[in-house]
C-alpha cells in the first residue's frame, strides 16, 4: 500500500516542481519502500490433489479442469481457452495468452495419460473452441472459472487457498521433484527465465530430493548411503 502511494504521488510533485514551480524540492526525492516479498498463492499439496480427484472423478468437469492446468503447469487464462484444435499428433500446441501481442511464447507437449483421459471423459460441446465450457455452452471468463473451480474445490473439502493458480505452481513442483531440469520445466510451463521456475518450484519435497541427491552421489562413487546400509 504504501509503495503503491509513492508511486502515485510521485509524478504530480515532479510536476509540481519543475513545470509550475509549487513547491522548491520534492518531498518524495530519496524516498525508497522495498516491496514484500510474497510466496504468491500456495502450492497445492498432493494429498490436496488425491482429496480433488477422490471427489471429482473423471467424466467430471472439475477433475477435467483440474488435469488441464495441473499436467500442463498452465497459467488460468490458458487453461481456459485450449480446445481440440490445440491437439495436434498427441502434443498440445498453443501460444501463451500472457504477452501474446509483444512476446508470444509457443508451448508444445506431449499430452500426458492422465489429461487425454480426463478430456475423453468430458467432452466438450461438438462446436465448442475450449475443453472446458459454463453452464450454457460458452467459454469460461476468468473470473468466472475462478469462482466456479473455487466451489468445486470447496466442496471436495479443501481450503480456500486452493486456487486455480495453485496448481500451475503444483504442476512445476512436481516435475521438479520427477527429476525434470529447470529447462524442462520451462518448456512445459512456458516460463521465459530461470529465476521464475526457481520461484513456482519453492514448495518441493526437500526430504525426498535430498534423499535421491546423496544416493546420486553414493552411486557415482560407488558408496553404500548410511540410511540404506542400516537397513540391510
Given at each position: ?22 513547491i522548491g524540492t520534492d518531498p ?84 500426458p495419460a492422465l489429461l487425454a ?116
Amino acid at each position: 500500500m504504501k509503495r503503491t502511494r509513492l508511486l502515485a504521488i510521485r509524478p504530480f510533485m515532479k510536476w509540481a516542481v519543475e513545470s509550475v514551480h509549487l513547491i522548491g524540492t520534492d518531498p518524495t526525492d530519496g524516498i525508497k519502500v522495498k516491496a514484500k516479498e510474497s510466496g504468491g498463492h500456495a502450492t497445492w499439496t498432493d494429498e490436496q490433489i488425491a482429496q480433488f480427484r477422490s471427489y471429482h472423478p473423471l467424466g467430471n468437469k472439475a477433475r477435467l479442469a483440474l488435469e488441464l492446468i495441473l499436467a500442463v503447469a498452465a497459467r488460468r487464462g490458458d487453461g481456459i481457452s485450449l480446445g481440440h484444435q490445440h491437439l495436434k499428433d498427441g502434443w498440445l500446441v498453443f501460444t501463451q495468452e500472457k504477452n501474446r501481442r509483444r512476446k508470444p511464447r509457443k508451448v508444445e507437449t506431449p499430452v500426458p495419460a492422465l489429461l487425454a483421459a480426463a478430456i475423453a471423459a468430458c467432452p466438450s460441446p461438438p462446436e465448442s473452441l475450449t475443453f472446458l465450457t459454463n453452464e450454457w455452452g460458452r467459454p469460461f471468463g476468468k473470473k468466472s472459472f475462478n469462482d466456479w473451480f473455487r466451489k468445486r474445490a470447496a466442496a471436495a473439502g479443501l481450503p480456500e487457498t486452493c486456487v486455480p493458480h495453485g496448481l500451475r505452481k503444483a504442476g512445476c513442483r512436481i516435475m521438479a521433484e520427477s527429476d525434470c531440469t529447470a529447462h524442462e520445466i520451462m518448456s512445459v510451463s512456458g516460463h521465459s527465465s530461470l529465476k521464475e521456475v526457481q520461484r513456482y518450484t519453492n514448495d518441493f519435497d526437500r526430504k525426498r530430493l535430498a534423499a535421491r541427491a546423496q544416493a546420486k552421489v553414493a552411486a557415482a562413487n560407488n558408496v553404500v548411503p548410511l540410511a540404506v546400509a542400516a537397513e540391510r
